[in-house]
């Protein structure tokens, strides 16, 4: 849609809008996803359960959400310093809140929330080589250790004889998928080292400026097996911590502290489920397929829908603000 001037209006303005169709879908959701489970449940068990929380295990699971915004932090300040740029250490934190909001807002398997980080760096004058190098090595280490970890939480499930037909074809889709985001990127890599890349790859736009932006990144920086390592083992580490915010929810709930294997694979078939269906904010897909896990492992509905608020409200809902405060100022500035 044009304004009265002729021009496109501005995103920033375009993602408060996002923000705001994004709290409803997410509140309607939730109170469909309520009236369904305590279909079957008790609502007087589901308040008690959350006027009795824990407050130390809450605390914990804040810490855990606290740590996967560091992670993201440490990845793209070895991959700047790498280049020789400084940003500091609150910069960067807040810019890995504003990259949860755009990749909640515009799900592109981490590519949206990427490029506002990018405009981010660059803003701080960091070169364009330096910021996409950053914003590459985080997102394409994430896509080995969610592929192993994911492969993992099915183990799991197929050892407790909990693996269905469904699962096992969410499994082959998945990891189908991952498997052709890992190719296209390794083809664009390529073609970005090749002095003369395939013609068919520069007729489509985003993928020409995309190859002639990795041209500019030094070479130096793709030998680095150290930093590479590092920053899979960094992203590894965010899905544990997601992981473990969970099972510390649950366990503010008086779920038996035994639970975080059925926490840890309830969470990555959930964010699996949810990546491949391609929806804002991952609304309705996440919370159903983190529910419908949960019950397979034998948790309570009660439980569970105490779970799934608390946890969307940790991990979405308390950051949204902040990080789209971040976005706007990003994408505001020229």
Avoid at 306 to 330: D, K
Wanted: aromatic share 10%.
């Amino acid at each position: 849609m044009m304004n009265s001037r002729g021009t496109n209006p501005p995103l920033w303005a375009e993602g408060r809008t996002r923000v705001r169709l994004l709290w409803t879908a997410h509140f309607v959701v939730l109170a469909i996803t309520a009236f369904i489970i305590l279909r079957w449940g008790d609502w007087r068990v589901f308040f008690k359960l959350l006027a009795g929380i824990d407050l130390k295990w809450l605390a914990l699971a804040m810490l855990f959400q606290v740590g996967t915004y560091i992670c993201v932090a440490v990845i793209w300040n070895l991959a700047l310093r790498s280049c020789r740029i400084f940003i500091s250490a609150p910069d960067l934190f807040a810019l890995s809140l504003a990259k949860l909001f755009s990749d909640q807002t515009v799900p592109s398997f981490g590519l949206s929330g990427s490029l506002v980080a990018m405009r981010g760096f660059i803003r701080r004058r960091s070169s364009p080589s330096a910021a996409a190098a950053a914003v590459i090595i985080n997102t394409a280490s994430r896509y080995l250790p969610y592929l192993l970890m994911f492969s993992a939480a099915v183990v799991l499930l197929w050892q407790n004889r909990l693996l269905n037909k469904g699962l096992e074809y969410l499994a082959l889709i998945f990891s189908a998928t991952v498997c052709l985001v890992s190719i296209s990127a390794a083809v664009i890599l390529k073609a970005a080292r090749s002095e003369k890349p395939h013609p068919r790859l520069g007729r489509i736009r985003w993928i020409e400026t995309l190859i002639t932006t990795l041209k500019d990144i030094p070479a130096k920086v793709w030998k680095k097996k150290r930093l590479w390592l590092t920053a899979s083992l960094l992203n590894a580490l965010i899905f544990f911590l997601d992981a473990s915010t969970l099972w510390a929810l649950l366990s503010s709930l008086g779920t038996s502290a035994e639970s975080w294997t059925h926490a840890y694979a309830a969470f990555m078939i959930a964010s699996a489920a949810a990546d491949i269906a391609v929806i804002p904010g991952r609304i309705g897909v996440f919370e159903g397929s983190l529910a419908a896990l949960l019950h397979l492992l034998g948790i309570p509905v009660e439980e569970i829908l105490a779970a799934v608020v608390l946890f969307r409200g940790l991990t979405y809902w308390l950051p949204l603000l902040p990080g789209s405060i971040v976005a706007e100022r990003e994408l505001r500035s020229r």
